[in-house]
């Protein structure tokens, strides 16, 4: 493991170490996790407030600043899981689901080492593991559904490194300001963007998931190389008097209803996700919560350039949406 490149450049970024050839979270974490995974009668989380103390003392056992966390973030997680829950709700989450994610996080060390040893036979001779997607840099990533679960549970807890991923161009990861917010500028978007994370988390507790989805980078070379297409400069743009290739417009139905041949543009934003884990509500944080499993791609893809795109493919709707109001739903 330790000679893999793709695994050299994301570890940084990774709550993991690498020891004797082997992922592993520190003994602590493992012990805490197991009793996160019996339940509350073991664990004693049974509330937002406690949980964010269990959150607290898991970044504690990985050398994770506390004042890297927003501010609010605690006070965030305390209002959502005891004021906008019902108490049977709660009773579900801290009871059913926060166990199945506990032991998703347990696993997790296996589950990439699994990914890296099949990563190499996926598609011959094209590399495929989970790395840094720098910019500029065109490669593609494929990752499990299940692993991307994982992936997500470190999101929920807030155990994903953030001391250099600005400096790196890759946005937010962790899901505390995502809670923040909700204690600081409350709406009712905010609100329901949360539910529909919570309600992806509670579909994978009964029902998880077996396909494999796929980020790409995509660039186009910024100087002219046959037999290449190079990116086109905006004096082409301005004088191309190229027709538009046939379109037809339909005056109704949303982007993610149409046929599964379609492919869904989105120009909103340079970094992937856009405002997804922060305040943001409108095209590309919509489509963030309604399929959450977009938000893996967060982790490895930093800021596009005007010459980059990023496609992805695989990922499964959780729940729907009117308007600018999320409705978290089985779909």
Known sequence: ????????????????????????????????????????????????????????????????????????????????????????????WFGEVVPVMADLLLRFPTLLESHYQYADIIMVGLETGL?????????????????IAALLSCSFFCLFPSANRGANHLPVINF??????LYEKYNENQ???????????????????????????????????????????ADFWANSIAPLCLFE??????????????????????KLGGGALSKGCVQEEIRFMINPELIAGILFLPSMSDNEAIEIVGTERFSNYSGLVLVKSNF
């Not at 790395?131 to 559904?145: A, H, K, M, N, T």
């Not at 417009?249 to 340079?270: H, T, Y």
């Open 1 to 92: 493991m330790e000679n893999r490149e793709d695994l050299k450049s994301i570890l940084p970024y990774l709550p993991l170490k690498l020891e004797s050839s082997h992922l592993v979270w520190p003994n602590p974490v493992i012990e805490a996790l197991k009793s996160l995974s019996k339940g509350p009668s073991h664990s004693r989380v049974d509330s937002g407030e406690v949980l964010f103390l269990a959150i607290s003392d898991l970044r504690n056992s990985l050398s994770l600043s506390p004042h890297l966390l927003a501010s609010s973030a605690a006070d965030g997680y305390a209002l959502f899981f005891d004021e906008f829950l019902s108490r049977a709700e709660a009773a579900k």
């Open 131 to 147: 790395r840094l997607l720098d910019s500029q840099q065109p490669g593609i990533v494929f990752l499990s559904q299940e692993l």
């Open 249 to 270: 417009i339909f005056p109704s139905g949303l982007i993610e209803d149409q046929s599964r041949g379609a492919l869904e543009v989105d120009f909103a934003n340079k």
């Open 176 to 181: 505390d300001r995502l809670f923040a917010m």
């Open 191 to 233: 609100e329901h963007k949360i539910k529909c994370i919570v309600h992806y988390f509670e579909r994978i507790h009964s029902c998880l998931p077996t396909g494999f989805v796929s980020f790409e980078r995509k660039v186009l070379p910024l100087e002219h190389n046959l037999p290449l297409v190079s990116y086109p400069t």
